[in-house]
């Protein structure tokens, strides 16, 4: 391990910087949509049982795990048994694909910030703006670049240094823009196509009542998988992050009362986000406004806000640039995973470590801003869906990396090593983990079962 390694100072910078990496574009662009879509309140529900069960083990696990071996993701499992280090290896090689495209998703946040902020929002309402502004060839790079270098100096400056300080500063911050905005949209109000006065609390309880009509058995288990797949990708597991989060966690912090804080801190920005868009497409845009990814934040939401008249400059800056804190906040945790495991495989310092990370993610994400001109393709991906080459590899990490990392993970400490290797670092000072019965079963049991059946609705198999 490397002497620069360095250390959260306190339980406080640690909880707000997971949850800084768990909150992130999935909370805002696709758990709202999915809400809106699966019954809304029902769809709540789901999701919380989900989050306190499933979501509680893997987060439980992977920062466990990164504090008892005090590795990065690609060293620490080589620590736990010889023969499963190629897990490490592939916790490191998703984060280094996600993060070029997330920086290049980051810099898209950012133009639009610019855009409202200088008064110019009504422009983003035009259909064609989005996708005038991907396919150009240097504004989405220059933007794309600010975005990576963002992350980089705050990664550059250390574990306690820069992504402590900076999501101590941050996540406060980003939680009162998004209450204020949820309070604002339930404001709103507008006439639908039949001249009737629609308000934004008729949105909220769209979203609020769960929708039982017309769910079948099928439609309740599909409605269970979408939630467990955000569930997934919102805790930001299987991403190497939480094991290289966990390794800077002092040995004195309570790592189950962290873990429940961490994910109580996600689910509440999923639901005010849930807030803060449904009631405002609703009003401006009817029931079936909502779309999901970059069409919700990047065509529809521009529209909600150029119908609210003067405040959507307001309303929009506001709005992207808490996005914008969300994103870097996620990007800078990407990021940290592979630079620690460069740290920890080599030997680097922090700082050549970021340097040549850096570089690596500005010429790839280059490639990607510019698969949307030079290198554009389009293909059919296996499930189902179409995509260019940022899906694709979305699609390669999301889907297909993360599930196996996670089916890996459950059965080492599950099976192999036995789940007292994580409960027992859980309750090392004397500490009470009331869960640990529950964690038992879903580490085994139902956490690989359901993400095997998630994977194989990736491959379009199930
Ligand atoms: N948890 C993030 C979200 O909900 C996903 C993410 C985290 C993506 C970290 C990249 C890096 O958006």
Partial sequence: MSKEKGSFKGTIGFVL???????????????????ARDGGGLF????????????????????????RTKQSPLTAYKEIGKGWSWIGIFSCIIPFIILPYYCAIGGWVLKYFVVFATGHGSDTANEQYFSDFISGRTEPVVYMV??????????????????????????????????????????VSGTDSNGKEVTGLDGLWVYLIPN????????FFSIVMDALGQLFYSLSVAMGIMIAYGSYVPDKANIAKSINQIEIFDTLVAFLAGIMIIPAVYVFMGPDGMSAGPSLMFISLPKV???????????????FGMVFFAAVTSGMSLLEAVVSSAMDQFGYSRKKSTAIETVIALGIGLVVCLGYNVFYF????????RGQLLDVMDYTSNQILMPVVTIATCILIGWVKGPDYVISEVTKNGEKF?????????????????????????????
């Avoid at 049982?49 to 504090?67: D, K, M, N």
């Fill in 434 to 462: 009331g869960r640990a019965g529950l964690y038992k079963v879903m580490v085994r049991f139902i956490a690989p079962v359901l993400v095997f059946i998630l994977f194989l609705m990736s491959l379009g198999l199930f």
């Fill in 17 to 35: 910087a997971a949850a800084g990496s768990a909150v992130g574009l999935g909370n805002i662009w696709r758990f709202p949509y999915l809400a």
């Fill in 305 to 319: 806000f150029a119908a609210m008249g003067k405040v959507g400059n307001i309303a929009g800056a506001v709005f």
């Fill in 146 to 187: 600010i975005f990576t270098l963002f992350c980089a100096a705050i990664i550059f400056m250390g574990v306690s240094g820069g992504i402590e300080n900076i999501s101590k500063v941050l996540m406060p911050v980003l939680i009162l823009m998004v209450v204020g905005i949820a309070v604002f949209s339930l404001t």
């Fill in 378 to 385: 389009d293909v059919m991906l296996p499930n189902g869906s």
């Fill in 212 to 219: 039982l009509k017309g769910v079948t058995v099928k439609k």
């Fill in 44 to 67: 709540l529900v789901i999701y919380i049982i989900l989050a306190v069960t499933f979501g509680f083990a893997l987060l439980t696990t992977e920062v466990s795990i990164g504090r």
